[in-house]
């Protein structure tokens, strides 16, 4: 089982948008990093922490499940659509997404501000300074304290 952190801005899409619609493609990820993630390390079942970026109070909102494995971005293909790449081919696709489930949203929102300040986190990618990847990879024990401590709230 992988444990990852994927970014959204709740104005674009946000957990309850995708509590709405159950199931939904995590389409316009356009960093290599983040994209070699979804296209070669997530796996069906894996969960997610689903984080508000670019908010009053960025944080972790609750968790969603990886629904399908990476496969190629076609908003890529299509000039019409906001992440049209005209590099990316569909013979040779520069962009992959996965597809998300809901799984949960937490009562609260457990925000930058706390996760900065938990030595248990002090390694996370999440809290190191400067790091904007949209998607991050979370390890067990970090994934199981954050749980720990959504569920008491």
């Known amino acids: 089982m992988g444990y990852w ?3 959204s801005e709740p104005d674009v899409f946000g957990i309850d948008d995708l ?4 199931v939904e493609p995590w389409e316009g990820v356009r960093n290599y990093q983040a994209r070699n993630m979804m296209r070669d390390e997530m796996k069906k079942g894996d969960l997610a922490f689903f984080y508000h970026s670019n908010t009053t109070v ?3 909102v609750g968790v969603l499940r990886i629904h399908r494995e990476g496969y190629p971005d076609d908003a890529a293909f299509d000039p019409d659509h906001n992440y049209y790449d005209p590099k990316s081919d569909p013979d040779n696709p520069r962009w992959y997404r996965v597809d998300v489930a809901f799984e949960e949203k937490f009562s609260e929102v457990l925000p930058l501000s706390w996760l900065k300040q938990q030595p248990e986190l002090s390694d996370s990618p999440l809290v190191r300074k400067g790091n904007r990847l949209s998607i991050l990879p979370v390890t067990e024990a970090q994934w199981r304290f954050i749980m720990e401590h959504a569920h008491r709230r």
């Open 5 to 7: 952190l994927m970014k």
């Open 19 to 22: 509590e709405r619609v159950g």
């Open 58 to 60: 960025p944080g972790i």
